[in-house]
């Protein structure tokens, strides 16, 4: 049966590994151990790194009360002071910005809370007022030496700086022991073309009394050699002054175009922010007008639908009336067929009345007084017949009987009784 190397049962414990490619290497990869020899360094690497040529790395000696100061010079890629900058104007903006509102109703009552319009103008003035470059700088050359390696050997006489991501390790021999190392400032040069992280070495006190030159005691370990010869060392010397008098010269010629780099840079984050100051402009009347089509579009429904509430009761209210004419209209109907059929029941009990009353004969035995006889007869015919020909009164109800009547009821019954005094 085969185990995988990686997790084979027979490894209880990780051991330390070398990252060579970039990635985590087996636990069981051996580590190499550095030896040394009697004499000077042999210009072996305190660490192993990837095969790929090292970047160039520049660096200035100074000496100090401790020992002495390295400075490591990188430079800043193109855009990243810009964005450092932009990103800071904008994290102030955002700091001064406060937000104001005020109620507003609209035509149907509805109340809302409309955020006033900040002026971006101002917003920009203040937060460009606030900005403080050494802050920006601190942190765009944090940002350059972030995942840089500084080490000091156990002897205290050879200092390393690697970095994997650029690609360096150098190794710096010191004639003396060094007690401690510590980085002291980390900033951006005057044209803002370079990062400077600035180490402190300090001596110990045993090498504190010694008056060595400068330029002996700090060197690249890879120029060294036991073998040197006195004409070497002076060609190397004689190259380090012209290299820093040739960056001397070129900073210098740096320095005069600091005004127009800063103005540079100025203008290119505020034509950013301008940019962007349109672009949210720009979506703020975008959202404003699509707000304003959806609140024309609510008011047409609302609109519409009240015009058919109001169609409807119109509708409702005509439908109601022509139901009342009518039921009025059968009432009267009604009412009038009533009173005729009253009216055609009294006549026909009044004709039975006449039909079933006897008549009166009368004998005149007064054969004397014919002439008056028949003029007594003629009359009672014609009563009878005025009698029987008198129009019927119809038995309405009259408002003004029942008036009367009310009145009546209210009025005193009593009698009263009159004394004399």
């Not at 900040?118 to 942190?139: G, I, P, Q, W, Y």
């Not at 050879?158 to 190392?181: N, P």
């Amino acid at each position: 049966m085969m185990f995988p190397v990686i997790q084979s049962p027979c490894v209880f414990e990780t051991l330390p590994s070398l990252n060579m490619f970039g990635f985590e290497q087996p636990v069981v990869a051996p580590v190499p151990k550095r030896r040394r020899g009697l004499g000077r360094s042999s210009g072996q690497y305190l660490r192993y790194m990837p095969s790929r040529a090292s970047a160039s790395l520049r660096y200035t000696v100074d000496e100090s009360p401790e020992g002495y100061t390295l400075s490591l010079w990188k430079e800043v890629p193109d855009g990243l002071v810009a964005g450092a900058v932009e990103s800071e104007v904008v994290k102030l903006k955002e700091e001064s910005y406060r937000p104001n509102y005020h109620l507003v109703r609209d035509m149907w009552g509805n109340s809302y809370f409309l955020e006033e319009e900040a002026d971006e103008e101002e917003l920009m003035r203040e937060a460009f007022s606030r900005l403080n470059m050494k802050t920006v700088s601190r942190k765009v050359a944090r940002s350059l030496f972030q995942e840089y390696e500084i080490d000091l050997n156990h002897r205290g006489d050879e200092l390393t700086v690697t970095s994997h991501k650029d690609g360096v390790s150098k190794a710096f021999e010191i004639g003396c022991r060094i007690d401690d190392v510590k980085v002291v400032g980390c900033k951006l040069n005057e044209t803002l073309e370079y990062g400077i992280l600035q180490i402190a070495l300090v001596k110990s006190d045993e090498c504190r009394g010694k008056t060595d030159n400068l330029a002996r005691l700090i060197q690249w370990s890879q120029s060294q050699s036991t073998g040197n010869s006195e004409e070497e060392e002076s060609q190397e010397s004689e190259k380090a002054r012209r290299a820093a008098e040739a960056e001397a010269q070129e900073a210098a010629d740096k320095a005069i175009e600091e005004a127009d780099i800063r103005a540079k840079v100025e203008a290119q984050v505020a034509a950013k922010l301008e940019a962007e100051i349109e672009a949210r402009k720009a979506e703020e009347q975008r959202k404003k007008e699509e707000q304003q089509r959806n609140e024309e579009k609510e008011r047409k429904q609302r609109e519409a639908e009240l015009r058919r509430r109001i169609a409807e009761e119109e509708r409702e209210k005509r439908v109601k009336e022509e139901a009342r004419r009518l039921k009025e209209q059968q009432l009267k109907e009604k009412k009038a067929f009533l009173i005729e059929q009253q009216r055609a029941k009294r006549l026909r009990s009044e004709q039975a009345k006449t039909a079933s009353s006897p008549k009166t004969v009368t004998i005149n035995i007064n054969f004397g007084n014919d002439d008056s006889n028949e003029r007594e007869d003629t009359k009672e015919r014609s009563d009878s017949l005025r009698r029987y020909q008198s129009p019927i009164l119809e038995d309405v109800d009259d408002a003004e009987i029942q008036r009367f009547n009310e009145s009546l009821s209210r009025s005193p019954q009593g009698s009263p009784i009159l004394e004399e005094i």
